[in-house]
């Protein structure tokens, strides 16, 4: 990672390469108009991309009230399913299948589902156990680490057990539930080593970026080399409670901090901050394992940690190890989701990972995504102006950022790299730039 100005022309690449939500392209219907206009009968679902699912689902949220029961992005079908308790009012349902949406009546609530996260949490909460609520199953999905054992696990399996077959469901993990230390681009603190997630500015104005908040409340100042000079001073950091984020602020304020994920020797442009979806395609990097992708599992999930419990994170099936901590994962379309958290498992036999919503810390922190004019919440960047995701780095460690080059022998900007899609650019299945040396984009771990 290097905190060096960039060139002008360089800065106009960032700019140029931000992807707009199509936000506006999704509209909710008048509440007595027909989908074709002439029948009243529902249309059948729409296809749509992952961030038009997300945009659609919240609309809905607002217009099914208390029937709203949760949603998730069917990515082979490629359409937004939602889960309804209809009661009575069978006419919720009609006027939610008008939208486009595929409509699904469920048993449980949102509510009641809640309720059965607060047993977990009085009766359960153990270190190394995690739930969230799986809106395909519509049940709370509770895992268990590998030390969850003995008196533990029986404690664990009775109070799931308490809340009946149709409301949980247990499984086991081979790993041990763990932080990851690091992020899109390394950064170090004495024996820790973390990573940037995405570079924003802070509320009196000054470039600074997001990471971990493990990594926060490790070290106050932060290197972009190994027994470097500190270049960034941590200003605020939550964890372990509501979230695990910090906002660091470079220490030099002509710092320019570009808008984009540092993905090997290229980059990854992002626009904006938007919140997941349960089934939407992410991509993690870490400078551990490179790069990674999944899927959404959860949202709002509970994870034990040693060092405490963790509230609101984003539980997926993405891949990480010791060293990815605080690293970005974002979208095709170039969103800015998450900041990696910690889980279990690893890049060979795969496991759960948690990640920190954007969303959440930037509102938290007072700050907005890149250099200014991407707020986060979902505006737009705007034209021509620099918004910073991706520890500071410039880009391609100092070469410009053009579309098509290689990255460590996979291809990013519209060529193939694994046969996977990154923000418009192919960004291969495998890992890309895995085995990294220390300095390159990922996460990082304590010692």
Not at 129 to 155: E, F, H, Y
Not at 228 to 247: K, M, N, S, Y
Not at 267 to 287: N, P
Not at 401 to 414: F, K, N, P, S, W
């Amino acid at each position: 990672m290097s905190h060096k100005r960039i060139p002008k022309r360089k800065a106009a690449i960032a700019a140029g390469g931000v992807v707009a939500l199509g936000a506006a392209a999704i509209l909710l219907p008048h509440a007595n108009a027909s989908q074709d206009g002439a029948s009243g009968q529902a249309a059948a679902p729409k296809t749509l991309k992952a961030s038009d699912a997300s945009d659609l689902a919240s609309q809905l949220e607002d217009l099914l009230g208390e029937a709203f029961a949760g949603s998730y992005y069917d990515a082979n079908q490629k359409q937004l399913v939602v889960n309804v308790v209809s009661g009575d009012n069978n006419n919720v349902i009609v006027q939610a299948k008008k939208t486009g949406a595929k409509i699904r009546e469920v048993d449980n609530s949102l509510d009641e589902l809640a309720a059965g996260a607060q047993t977990l949490k009085a009766k359960a909460t153990i270190p190394g156990t995690a739930w969230a609520v799986d809106p395909r199953t519509n049940k709370i999905l509770v895992t268990a680490d590998s030390t969850v054992t003995g008196g533990k696990w029986d404690q664990l399996e009775s109070t799931v057990q308490t809340l009946g077959s149709g409301m949980a469901t247990i499984k086991k993990s081979a790993g041990t539930f763990k932080t990851f230390l690091s992020g899109g681009d390394a950064i170090f603190a004495g024996g820790a080593r973390c990573s940037a997630g995405f570079n924003v500015t802070a509320g009196d104005g000054t470039p600074a970026f997001l990471t971990a908040g493990h990594c926060g409340v490790a070290a106050e100042q932060w290197s972009d080399a190994q027994g470097g000079q500190p270049i960034a001073t941590v200003d605020q950091a939550t964890f372990p409670g509501a979230g695990d984020f910090a906002l660091v602020k470079y220490d030099d304020p002509a710092t320019v901090a570009p808008s984009e994920v540092d993905v090997g020797e290229q980059t990854v442009q992002i626009s904006q901050a938007a919140d997941a979806e349960v089934g939407l395609q992410v991509f993690r990097m870490g400078s551990t394992t490179g790069l990674a992708d999944g899927q959404v599992l959860g949202l709002d999930a509970t994870v034990n940690y040693p060092e405490g419990t963790v509230t609101g994170l984003i539980q997926t099936n993405v891949c990480a190890e010791p060293g990815d901590s605080g690293g970005s994962l974002f979208t095709q379309d170039g969103l800015a989701i998450g900041l990696t958290s910690g889980g279990s498992g690893d890049c060979t036999v795969g496991g759960e990972t948690f990640f920190q919503p954007v969303t959440t810390a930037l509102e938290a922190v007072g700050a907005t995504l890149g250099a200014g004019d991407a707020a986060g919440g979902g505006q737009e960047a705007g034209a021509g102006d620099e918004a910073g995701a991706g520890a500071g780095d410039e880009a391609g460690a100092g070469e410009e950022a053009g579309a098509g080059e290689e990255v460590g022998g996979q291809e990013v900007g519209g060529e193939e790299a694994g046969g996977q899609d990154v923000g418009g650019q192919d960004v291969g299945g495998e890992d890309a730039g895995a085995g990294a040396e220390d300095g390159s984009s990922g996460l990082t771990e304590t010692h």
